[in-house]
């Protein structure tokens, strides 16, 4: 049985690149027959040839070896999916995208609750992690910060630290347009993605 993976190389090789290229903010090198797609800051190889995906940088290496279980389908199925369209500055929580209520849930929750748990009462750390990602800082909550997993889907993370009264709690929010970049499942692993390289 072919895997996800496994059919989304096949889908993206039948693509045309120059396509893909400008609907995916990517580049291609038609000699290697590589895309170059640059997410969280950083730079990644697509070998059409190899079927890999491989990064220039250790940091890039690092976080293909700790989460491609997230990274590599994402990337595919973005390459594959995106659409040159306009953010709409809209910003949504994943249980709001349709189906999401359903999805989100039980083994799917993101662990945002890790993410309140290290930095609920240390913002500096949180923005610095969020800038070493490329990360942009933001006006939500007491700290925030917008990633770039895929260059047409910002994953925007807010925290508010723990006071007298609650706990510190964090959440992840979406342009409205990522739903029709890819599907739902894939959102969920961008999410995970984002929320990963923050711990």
């Given at each position: 049985?072919?895997?996800?993976?496994?059919?989304?190389?096949?889908?993206?090789?039948?693509?045309?690149?120059?396509?893909?290229?400008?609907?995916?903010?990517?580049?291609?090198?038609?000699?290697?027959?590589?895309?170059?797609?640059?997410?969280?800051?950083?730079?990644?190889?697509?070998?059409?040839?190899?079927?890999?995906?491989?990064?220039?940088?250790?940091?890039?290496?690092?976080?293909?070896?700790?989460?491609?279980?997230?990274?590599?389908?994402?990337?595919?199925?973005?390459?594959?999916?995106?659409?040159?369209?306009?953010?709409?500055?809209?910003?949504?929580?994943?249980?709001?995208?349709?189906?999401?209520?359903?999805?989100?849930?039980?083994?799917?929750?993101?662990?945002?609750?890790?993410?309140?748990?290290?930095?609920?009462?240390?913002?500096?750390?949180?923005?610095?992690?969020?800038?070493?990602?490329?990360?942009?800082?933001?006006?939500?909550?007491?700290a925030s910060i917008e990633l770039l997993p895929m260059p047409?889907?910002?994953?925007?993370?807010?925290?508010?630290?723990?006071?007298?009264?609650?706990?510190?709690?964090?959440?992840?929010?979406?342009?409205?347009?990522?739903?029709?970049?890819?599907?739902?499942?894939?959102?969920?692993?961008?999410a995970m993605l984002s929320v990963l390289v923050m711990l």
């Amino acid at each position: 049985m072919t895997s996800g993976e496994e059919k989304a190389w096949e889908n993206l090789i039948d693509l045309e690149p120059f396509e893909i290229c400008k609907k995916a903010i990517a580049s291609y090198n038609k000699e290697k027959t590589n895309y170059i797609l640059r997410s969280l800051g950083m730079d990644f190889l697509i070998s059409l040839k190899s079927r890999e995906i491989k990064s220039m940088s250790p940091d890039g290496e690092n976080l293909l070896n700790r989460h491609s279980y997230f990274f590599n389908l994402s990337v595919l199925c973005y390459l594959i999916n995106a659409k040159d369209i306009p953010l709409s500055g809209k910003l949504i929580k994943p249980v709001d995208i349709k189906g999401g209520a359903l999805f989100f849930r039980g083994t799917h929750v993101l662990p945002l609750d890790k993410i309140a748990e290290k930095y609920g009462d240390d913002k500096i750390s949180f923005i610095n992690k969020g800038k070493s990602l490329n990360g942009k800082i933001m006006n939500y909550g007491d700290a925030s910060i917008e990633l770039l997993p895929m260059p047409r889907i910002p994953a925007t993370l807010i925290l508010w630290l723990s006071d007298s009264e609650f706990p510190a709690r964090a959440d992840l929010l979406f342009d409205s347009t990522c739903e029709q970049h890819v599907p739902l499942d894939i959102i969920w692993s961008i999410a995970m993605l984002s929320v990963l390289v923050m711990l």
